[in-house]
């Protein structure tokens, strides 16, 4: 018999060979002479997947029968990545499939190329989210990752022929998906609606209206080289059938059916806004699904077979991570399964509830913080709204019995009351966990000073930080294996994939003449295989020769993408007009990856600028050589895997006090790009950990931004005091990158000019002034290099396991289980 307990051990080219040859026959019903690459992804992907199954199962019992506690990560999104490669890198598989697929004539890159990427996220918090599984996972913690597969994942970004961006469905599930496993027996029953009646001996009951069937589609995390095989639970919605709908026994039969019907709509489709978020109802119908479904999961699973379970032991068992207040419905949802279902007093209930939950805090944004109106919230969950009104009221009472005046009280309620009363979902988490972090040292010092100011005050303990952090795995080690090699040479061993502070040893490498000779052939290997990629996959012709400057990020006015297209038609400008010293300046290529809300205007005629602005630059023979700009549509997880390691200056440019953290910066700085950059989001702690002379630092700080809008900040000052600037704007609004339309843009050239709330123009000059440096710099490559060296070996820090033994110290209190 196989002994299912025991962690995997490995496989030979042999052994694979003959499981995928087998998997093709009986389950893609086709021999190796008939297979076609997708055959052949399709069967490696499910063999891989029956090899992790048994360290899968041996994880999950001894999570259940140790005393360890585990961690539920409650994301609505998990920006995962392609799977194949990651997997067999972190089950040590990767050479065997390469021998196997080469033996049955296949190439391994095609194979892995085949597979659709599931876009189930936005962009940092989702990825953040997927780099946090695989570090549990790396770690060996036990631990769950819960959340939503949506039908159709973030849009696929296409350009127009005027350069404008369309949106088009991501349907990633049409060829099946090997990966994901549906669990039917696993189900759990999810309500909504309906209304609140007295029960007996003053308990309430909610009688709902119409229910969702939460089908868990789970993914196997292996942890790199830890034998550890964690889940991922991702939550699809299906109907009830008729006899199920029969039980709810209504009068109103057409009303509860059509609901039903609609059940499955829940999942259909990820909300693409980051920011700014609707109240939309559909959008609170899937925070509520995915977190009452986890919780019950949770409850299931941790007190298997218990008739009358002792849920006073929750916290001892699980501890739910809330990643923003998308899933903080789970605070009263918990509160609601251990009073209404569990019968547990108020007290107790509320002292598990606090304990069980923490907050992560991703914005600085008043307007992206969740606010839902009451209105809804009683309509779609009647009994949530009793619980949330009765934590207000306690909460308030303990602001009253801590002397707090009465205006400090009313900004703090979770209810404000009132015909438009709203719950505020950031404090309500704030309140209903044990802590809050934010995700980068100068991020979390806001939210204690400006965000949540009044509760930092009442309740300092609660607040603390986690900077976040990115898996070396998938950003280095499978993403760049050239660097990975050099590395693992240069410190004589791969122990850095466990532990990134070993990047530290390179250090005195830095100063190695072969060594930074070799590190630049890296480098310029890796910028003509980006060339390459992006000819056969956008069909751009890119000149290796020149700078690869990179800025891919989600299109954010924050962000400041314009101030990059701005100082690029300056230096358009300057070269074509001869200003520019033919002699001195630095040849460019620089690439932009962006995707916008689909209801985000400003961001939508941003895309719209950047992609004239290349065609203009692009085809003008006058700087050709010089400068080139590239715009690669549909910005994704593989679009950044060959872009960072390629890209040698990375611009981290949003407004000081804007960007949490960011996390591309760190992965741009693991992969030896210089940052030019802000003092923003953990651009702070970079260039403390990487040296300020090996970091490009320009702009306003954030006590200079704040006291610019309290004297009254007037953009047109600045565009006075630069011509380049007057220059650049004068020819977006001349119709230069408009064939001749003056009003193509005007809602941003008018905004530059009378508003510019994120101070674009306050920092355009020293954004040009640093840019000379740059390219002074840049031109004694080995000082390039070596500061680029540098940049590599003082990352370590932003490794996501490093950010996940922070909160396993500080927030979560629990540890590896060995
Ligand atoms: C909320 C309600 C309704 C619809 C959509 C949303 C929504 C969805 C996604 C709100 C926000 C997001 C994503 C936010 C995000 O990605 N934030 C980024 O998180 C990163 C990881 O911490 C940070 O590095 C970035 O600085 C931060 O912008």
Known sequence: MVDVTAPHASL?????????????QHRQGVGPKEATVADVYKATAEVIRDYLSSSWLDATRRMVEGNVKAVGYLSAEFLIGRQLSNALLNAGLTDQFEGAVKELGFEPKDVIATEPEPGLGNGGLGRLAACYVDSLASLGVPAFGYGIQYRYGIFRQEFDGQGRQVEKPDYWLSEGNPWGHEDFVRSQRVSFGGTVVDGENGARVWKPDWSVRAVPVDYLVPGYDSGRVNTLRLWTAKSYDEFDLATFNR???????????????ITKVLYPEDSTPQGKRLRLEQQY????ASIHDAIRTFYAGEAQPDLTTLPDKICFQLNDTHPVIGIPELMRVLMDEYGIDWDTAWDVTRRTFNYTCHTLLPEALEVWPAKLIGELLPRHLEIIKAINAQFVEELESKGIDP???DRMRIFTDGPDAQIRMAYLATVGGSYVNGVAALHSQLLKDVTLKDFSAAYPDKFTNVTNGVTPRRFIKLANPRLSDLITEGLGSDRWIHDLDELEGLVPLADDASFVERFRKVKDANKRDFAAYASDKFGFSIDTGTMFDSMIKRLHEYKRQSLKILAVIAEYAAIKDGSADVDEIQPRSVFFGAK????YAMAKLTIRLINNVARVVNDDPAVKGKLAVYFPWNYNIDLAEHLIPATELDEQISQAGKEASGTGNMKFALNGALTVGTLDGANVEIRERVGADNFFLFGLEVDDVEKLYADGYDPMKYVHADSRLRRAIDMVADGTFSNGDRNAYAALTSDWLTHDYFMTM???TAYMDIQKEIEETYQKPDEWARKAILNVAHSGFFSSDRAIEDYLRDIWHTQPQR
Do not use: H
């Open 12 to 24: 030979s080219v042999e052994d694979l060979r003959k499981r995928i040859t087998t998997n093709l």
């Open 251 to 265: 009068s109103d039969y057409m009303g509860a059916v059509i609901p039903q019907v609609d059940a499955e709509n």
């Open 289 to 292: 699904f995915f977190v009452s």
């Open 407 to 409: 205006e400090g009280i």
């Open 596 to 599: 916008a809300a689909p209801g």
């Open 762 to 764: 306050a920092d355009f």
